[in-house]
């Protein structure tokens, strides 16, 4: 069984800048970054396949926020800059072990990963 343990949300002004990290216990394949507002559905923020050929991230954090990964140390991180009221929510990191597809849309479904961090908070004063 892995385990995601997130790390780095904070509170931070409208503007600001936070680094989200999280690390695997095991080995993993993709991995990405979901936050959810209460009362809404869980949505992708960044995404990145194994292979680094496939990154998708939601519309409203294109050019804001970026993802990377070390897969031979099981992390990824969400670097976070410019940010808005809006994003602050809490942020999950999501893991799966399955194997390459070269579909972009599918890295966004919340339902691709297996394995899921607890959640880090992310809170943006204006």
């Known amino acids: 069984q892995v385990q995601l343990v997130e790390s780095g949300g904070g509170l931070v002004q409208a503007g600001g800048s936070l680094r989200l990290s999280c690390s695997a216990s095991g080995g993993t394949t993709n991995m990405g970054w979901f936050r959810q507002v209460p009362g809404k559905e869980r949505e992708v923020v960044a995404a990145?396949?194994?292979?680094?050929?496939?990154?998708a991230y939601a519309d409203s954090v294109k050019g804001r926020f970026t993802i990377s990964t070390d897969n031979a140390k099981n992390t990824v991180a969400l670097h976070m800059n410019s940010l808005l009221p809006k994003d602050r929510t809490v942020y999950y990191c999501?893991?799966?072990?399955?194997?390459?597809?070269?579909?972009?849309?599918?890295?966004?479904?919340?339902?691709?990963?297996?394995?899921w961090g607890q959640g880090t908070q992310v809170t943006v004063s204006s």
């Open positions: 999501a893991a799966d072990l399955a194997v390459y597809t070269g579909y972009s849309s599918e890295y966004r479904r919340p339902n691709k990963y297996y394995y």
């Open positions: 990145m396949s194994a292979n680094g050929a496939i990154t």
